[in-house]
């Protein structure tokens, strides 16, 4: 699977929903989500070498295996945000996609939060004097 099929993949599915489309709204919009989930499985399959590197990558660190877990769901959550908020979006609903895009940055944030604590520990041993 390369960009090419993506690509093709994606045009046919737009020429087809906007054919669709005129007469039967829904499913022009179900053809755009259906082919979204495609690219993403896809994607994620092509991405699956990539991300064995990185794991890789990161266990060859010092740093924790929580920070890689982390950067994996950060990875995931950004995926599905922006895949629901281009599927509202198509359905031409863009104060849901907003939503979507708001309750994913939401999500990264809470995700991230043990990441500030831990700088914000180090960044008080830092002012004490201590060591990092």
Known sequence: MNIVT??????????????????????GMAIGLITGVMVLIMLILQLAPV????????DSTSLPSEYGLILFKALGISLLAQLSADA??????NSLAEKAELAGKVFLLILALPLFEKVAELAVRLMNGGEA
Not at 8 to 17: K, N, R, Y
């Open 6 to 27: 993506i690509a093709g993949i994606t045009v046919i599915a737009a020429f087809l929903s906007v054919l669709i489309r005129k007469h039967y709204p829904e499913y």
């Open 51 to 58: 991300l064995n590197r990185l794991r890789t990558m990161l």
């Open 88 to 93: 509202c979006r198509d359905a031409d609903e």
